[in-house]
């Protein structure tokens, strides 16, 4: 099956994601932030925390679990650490002003934490830790994230995605950034593979019996209620590391959810008892580390320079093109998107012309 | 082909190791550090870690490559970060005090980071993590490694198996304690498959020419000097999320070798150009967060004690008969160990008569 993909400008669908978010009550500052995240997403080559994902925050705002207003809360704060109740806003705004204490906390302390209550979706755990690698420093960003993820030697979704964020600056154009899932793979993956009419490959996913799940229209119904979970990095069982990728994912929800005494598990799923909506209750963990408390800036820059470049070098594998270090096939990607735009598809086409319809947004020209 | 394995008390083997130390110009106080850290190991049922290397830091000690004394200075400091210079010498008495640091900045200040050049290998990650897990911290450490894994797309050994290393207390009878190399797996456990006289399954390593190998004597012959390479976790190629395993690794070798300027990747092979050994370099970087100043420890405890029932109590697998969490293992080997002993393989049993003979330390009643 084939995709009809359409190219849109960046700045287009940014602006197009600006003004829905502001139809949708969203401050203008705020909807700025929204709209930035999101494109950062697209830009970077990944399409599945971008503009597809903006229907979703727009339902969840018109379903009442998502408040377009964020109240960003400091509960409680010393000088290197922070903890901010979100009180259901928007997962953007809560994340950026949660990485710029950190970083003020940083540039000041050495080191910033701040550790989120009561957070939502906030796209991409990437935006936050480049906003410290801008500004010469590490930054360390990680989310849980509704259930659907089991444990090793479990078949039940029990947690999330549970990325983990890591970028720093170099001395190359672009910085080092990992941006991770810390499960194989995530269900953006899967929706794209089923507009593609793909199987899933097998080792992604594990079906409540217990077998390594291929059927990918199946799979994407079935996540949802429990009949399939994605399988942490590492895969099934402990033979391939599976218990590490499992492992990773706790300690991230730890960090996410006991330094801020918070929702975990399956209490971020979305709905309460009954099965009504309810706020996602997520959390997050933000780290800024300055870099010139421990070493010159330029040194720092030099040193992961260095071990990026090596690294390409090294001998590539038998009909491998290249080697790649984090960061790099997003500096590529962007590069793309401003050349030729963002690839919409036709899902996305048709979400984009629902919101016009519902917000009444008519000025834009999008050539579907 | 059955090992002749024999059990050995805890305290009997602490007590040799100790002496070891001694004997080789240890001085008492870090002698009972670096015989602590290595029986750690061997009594949570990790035996790659534990007296399984004592012959390796007697041989470094003999070779020059490796300092008994350790001269621990610090370099740089500020409130929340420091820099620290080992000198080569033992790695587990700069673990320790490193650690021991960043306890203190982060009993302080809510956080302490250090990062420490020109150390040596420090036993298990997971010990300096455990270290401020038992003082209501959470702890974390990385170290970077000889060079022994290759990123993907790659067949050459350009990184090392780079283990991250987190522990936090809990409201259970032993702490949260996730512990593992970014690799599938490492050395040890393929040495184990040696002397069981068993194939590397297929995705832990790959040859120079790029083909997944399971001849396990070749393998060990054949990683020091790069004829196959491990395989991070997520396995060959990135359809199993092999880069993310990588992009781990990267992440870890930046905090250990950026934030202290020092060596990395194939620098830390432990061989000059010419191919005389020399002091391995290696980089560390430990992290101490105190609970306290985000949440009551007593919250705190019970957050984490609440995710990991859950998890535990997720739907088996079939066939599963049960689910842990990290440090559960650990803790139910380190009953076993006090009961039975640590197990000693033939090749260790030599190693430490080897050692006996070596030094004249006569008085230990080994059954063998």
Same mark, same amino acid.
């Given at each position: 099956?084939?995709?009809?993909?359409?190219?849109?400008?960046?700045?287009?669908?940014?602006?197009? &994601?600006?003004?829905?978010?502001?139809?949708?009550?969203?401050?203008?500052?705020?909807?700025?932030?929204?709209?930035? !995240?999101?494109?950062?997403?697209?830009?970077?080559?990944?399409?599945?925390?971008? *503009?597809?994902?903006?229907? &979703?925050? #727009?339902?969840? *705002?018109?379903?009442?679990?998502?408040?377009?207003?964020?109240?960003?809360?400091?509960?409680?704060?010393?000088?290197?650490?922070?903890?901010?109740?979100?009180?259901?806003?928007?997962?953007?705004? /809560?994340?950026?002003?949660?990485?710029?204490? +950190?970083?003020?906390? $940083?540039?000041?302390? =050495?080191? =910033?934490? !701040?550790?989120?209550?009561?957070?939502?979706?906030?796209?991409?755990? =990437?935006? #936050?830790?480049? &906003?410290?690698?801008?500004?010469?420093?590490?930054?360390?960003? %990680?989310?849980?994230?509704?259930?659907?993820?089991?444990?090793? %030697?479990? !078949? @039940?979704? &029990?947690?999330?995605?549970?990325?983990?964020?890591? +970028?720093?600056?170099?001395?190359? @154009?672009?910085?080092?950034?990992?941006?991770?899932?810390?499960? *194989?793979?995530?269900?953006?993956? *899967?929706? !794209?593979?089923?507009?593609?009419?793909?199987?899933?490959?097998?080792?992604?996913?594990?079906?409540?019996?217990?077998?390594? +799940?291929?059927?990918?229209?199946?799979?994407?119904?079935?996540?949802?209620?429990?009949?399939? $979970?994605?399988?942490?990095?590492?895969?099934?069982?402990?033979?391939?590391?599976?218990?590490?990728?499992?492992?990773?994912?706790?300690?991230? @929800?730890?960090?996410? $959810?006991?330094?801020?005494?918070?929702?975990?598990?399956?209490?971020?799923? =979305?709905?309460?008892?009954?099965?009504?909506?309810?706020?996602?209750?997520?959390?997050?963990? %933000?780290?800024?580390?300055?870099?010139?408390?421990?070493?010159?800036?330029?040194?720092?820059?030099?040193?992961?320079?260095?071990?990026?470049?090596?690294?390409?070098?090294?001998?590539?594998?038998?009909?491998? @093109?290249?080697? #790649?270090?984090?960061?790099?096939?997003?500096?590529?990607?962007?590069?793309?998107?401003?050349?030729?735009? /963002?690839?919409?598809?036709?899902?996305?086409?048709?979400?984009?012309?629902?919101?016009?319809?519902?917000?009444?947004?008519?000025?834009?020209?999008?050539?579907?």
């Amino acid at each position: 099956m084939e995709e009809r993909v359409v190219y849109v400008p960046v700045e287009t669908l940014r602006q197009f &994601m600006y003004e829905v978010f502001v139809k949708c009550g969203v401050p203008e500052e705020d909807a700025e932030i929204c709209a930035d !995240v999101l494109i950062a997403s697209d830009i970077r080559g990944i399409p599945s925390h971008g *503009i597809n994902r903006l229907k &979703m925050y #727009y339902d969840r *705002i018109k379903q009442g679990i998502l408040s377009p207003i964020t109240r960003f809360e400091i509960v409680r704060e010393t000088p290197t650490t922070a903890v901010v109740d979100g009180h259901h806003g928007m997962g953007h705004v /809560i994340g950026f002003r949660s990485m710029k204490l +950190a970083m003020e906390k $940083a540039k000041k302390y =050495g080191v =910033g934490t !701040v550790a989120v209550r009561n957070s939502s979706h906030f796209g991409i755990a =990437g935006y #936050y830790a480049l &906003m410290a690698a801008e500004a010469g420093m590490i930054g360390m960003a %990680f989310t849980n994230a509704r259930p659907s993820v089991a444990p090793t %030697f479990s !078949v @039940e979704p &029990m947690f999330g995605t549970n990325p983990i964020a890591f +970028a720093c600056p170099t001395d190359e @154009e672009f910085p080092f950034c990992f941006d991770a899932a810390t499960s *194989i793979t995530q269900r953006g993956k *899967i929706e !794209v593979l089923a507009r593609l009419g793909k199987p899933t490959p097998a080792g992604w996913v594990i079906s409540r019996a217990g077998e390594l +799940a291929t059927d990918t229209r199946a799979i994407l119904t079935g996540i949802p209620n429990g009949e399939y $979970a994605l399988l942490p990095l590492g895969g099934a069982g402990e033979e391939m590391g599976g218990h590490k990728g499992y492992g990773l994912a706790v300690m991230i @929800e730890i960090l996410c $959810a006991a330094l801020q005494s918070g929702a975990f598990l399956k209490d971020l799923a =979305g709905f309460d008892e009954q099965g009504n909506a309810r706020p996602h209750q997520l959390g997050h963990f %933000f780290m800024a580390i300055d870099i010139e408390h421990f070493v010159p800036l330029e040194d720092f820059r030099r040193t992961v320079g260095g071990i990026l470049r090596a690294l390409r070098a090294a001998e590539k594998a038998p009909g491998a @093109e290249r080697i #790649y270090t984090a960061g790099e096939k997003a500096h590529l990607a962007i590069k793309r998107a401003y050349e030729r735009g /963002i690839p919409i598809n036709e899902d996305l086409q048709r979400d984009i012309k629902t919101l016009q319809g519902e917000l009444g947004l008519v000025n834009h020209e999008f050539p579907f």
